[in-house]
């Protein structure tokens, strides 16, 4: 079965076609993230430019899904990575996009509901962290293909309440939780899914430095502080920070109110008071966004400020938060960890996806 990735959209795609291979230059990976950056990335399979009503153009690559979860998994995470991590990673990967193209033919328009960004127009995912990484034949490596090649077709599923029928798992993934996963419905839709529970992870509190080095890309590795962190803001900062993000001028900033939190801690609705304005932003995503010049770590933080002056607005406002990432489903982190403590990919799996069964697709 194929799959068509959104690589790039452009101006004019600037690519070179090889006997086997294509060549796409300029690509834009972490797309609003702090690791955000630009490379040159070669690809298998076969390359479509879609011409798009804006006057822009798209690289569209189309490839058997297998072939691209070898691209994902070593994209996602390090090739010398333990191989039970890979494994889990190459089940809940094939899961999430199974799942993805299942739901897209039954019903078109799925992603205007199922992500916060709107749909992909011409394409099944995306290359970025939206979807999944899929970053081209530079990263592939001989144990994430094994990875994929000995799980091949194996899918994480789990039976509903009502027709007792086993459906495809909504496997989501981040780099590290903080201590505790979160639910669905406190970063995407008002739904639960009863394999999407917050779990304990005792796991991803780790400054190993050879573990990180084992399971981290390159670039990942240049996040040192993915558990614990901390961002202080004078009030202009922030100030500019919010209008820059939201477009809203709060004028001078009061306060920052968390006014609901998801299982982990994870603040999904906040509020913001200005001496010009209050407003309430949200879900996880939105807040992340909001306060960073790129997006925070995660929503998981409380908020410290300088003493009320006179004017009743606090010189500075201090984040101190916890995790990397949304913190629904697995912790990449977490489980790297766990396969250095030889657990299986099952145990992996069943940890951060509790009442789930593996099965052949
Ligand atoms: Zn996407
Ligand atoms: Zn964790």
Same mark, same amino acid.
């Given at each position: 079965?194929?799959?068509?990735?959104?690589?790039?959209?452009?101006?004019?795609?600037?690519?070179?076609?090889?006997?086997?291979?294509?060549?796409?230059?300029?690509?834009?990976?972490?797309?609003?993230?702090?690791?955000?950056?630009?490379?040159?990335?070669?690809?298998?399979?076969?390359?479509?430019?879609?011409?798009?009503?804006?006057?822009?153009?798209?690289?569209?690559?189309?490839?058997?899904?297998?072939?691209?979860?070898?691209?994902?998994?070593?994209?996602?995470?390090?090739?010398?990575?333990?191989?039970?991590?890979?494994?889990?990673?190459?089940?809940?990967?094939?899961? +999430?996009?199974?799942?993805?193209?299942? %739901? =897209?033919?039954?019903?078109?328009?799925?992603?205007? /509901?199922?992500?916060?960004? $709107?749909?992909?127009?011409?394409f099944d995912v995306c290359?970025?962290?939206?979807?999944?990484?899929?970053?081209?034949?530079?990263?592939?490596?001989?144990?994430?293909?094994?990875?994929?090649?000995?799980?091949?077709?194996?899918?994480?599923?789990?039976?509903?309440?009502?027709?007792?029928?086993?459906?495809?798992?909504?496997?989501?993934?981040?780099?590290?939780?903080?201590?505790?996963?979160?639910?669905?419905?406190?970063?995407?839709?008002?739904?639960?899914?009863?394999?999407?529970?917050?779990?304990?992870?005792?796991?991803?509190?780790?400054?190993?430095?050879?573990?990180?080095?084992?399971?981290?890309?390159?670039?990942?590795?240049?996040?040192?502080?993915?558990?614990? +962190?901390?961002?202080?803001?004078?009030? %202009? =900062?922030?100030?500019?920070?919010?209008?820059?993000? /939201?477009?809203?001028?709060? $004028?001078?900033?009061?306060?920052?109110?968390?006014?609901?939190?998801?299982?982990?801690?994870?603040?999904?609705?906040?509020?913001?008071?200005?001496?010009?304005?209050?407003?309430?932003?949200?879900?996880?995503?939105?807040?992340?966004?909001?306060?960073?010049?790129?997006?925070?770590?995660?929503?998981?933080?409380?908020?410290?400020?300088?003493?009320?002056?006179?004017?009743?607005?606090?010189?500075?406002?201090?984040?101190?938060?916890?995790?990397?990432?949304?913190?629904?489903?697995?912790?990449?982190?977490?489980?790297?960890?766990?396969?250095?403590?030889?657990?299986?990919y099952q145990d992996i799996?069943?940890?951060?996806?509790?009442?789930?069964?593996?099965?052949?697709?």
């Amino acid at each position: 079965m194929n799959i068509r990735i959104g690589i790039l959209t452009a101006p004019q795609i600037d690519f070179v076609q090889n006997e086997k291979t294509f060549l796409l230059k300029n690509v834009r990976i972490g797309i609003g993230f702090h690791w955000d950056r630009t490379e040159d990335q070669e690809f298998a399979g076969q390359l479509e430019i879609l011409h798009n009503p804006d006057g822009t153009q798209t690289a569209v690559n189309i490839i058997d899904i297998e072939d691209y979860l070898c691209s994902v998994i070593s994209s996602e995470m390090s090739a010398d990575s333990p191989l039970e991590l890979l494994k889990a990673h190459a089940v809940i990967s094939r899961s +999430w996009v199974l799942r993805l193209l299942q %739901r =897209e033919k039954q019903r078109k328009n799925i992603r205007q /509901t199922a992500f916060e960004d $709107g749909g992909h127009i011409g394409f099944d995912v995306c290359a970025d962290d939206h979807c999944q990484r899929y970053e081209g034949l530079q990263r592939m490596n001989a144990r994430a293909v094994q990875a994929v090649r000995e799980t091949a077709g194996q899918v994480l599923t789990f039976s509903t309440d009502s027709t007792h029928s086993h459906e495809l798992c909504d496997c989501r993934f981040y780099k590290c939780c903080g201590g505790k996963t979160e639910l669905f419905s406190t970063c995407w839709e008002d739904i639960d899914y009863p394999y999407l529970q917050s779990v304990q992870c005792p796991y991803c509190n780790t400054q190993d430095a050879s573990i990180l080095r084992t399971v981290l890309n390159q670039y990942d590795q240049e996040t040192a502080d993915f558990h614990d +962190w901390e961002v202080t803001y004078t009030n %202009r =900062e922030l100030h500019d920070i919010l209008l820059k993000k /939201t477009g809203i001028d709060f $004028g001078d900033i009061i306060d920052l109110i968390p006014l609901k939190r998801g299982a982990s801690g994870r603040i999904y609705s906040l509020q913001i008071k200005g001496s010009l304005c209050t407003h309430t932003i949200g879900k996880e995503l939105a807040i992340r966004r909001a306060l960073s010049p790129s997006c925070l770590y995660s929503s998981w933080f409380t908020i410290h400020h300088t003493p009320y002056t006179t004017h009743h607005t606090p010189l500075s406002f201090t984040l101190i938060g916890h995790g990397w990432g949304h913190g629904v489903g697995l912790c990449q982190i977490g489980a790297a960890v766990m396969a250095t403590q030889q657990h299986t990919y099952q145990d992996i799996l069943s940890f951060y996806y509790p009442d789930t069964h593996l099965q052949q697709y």
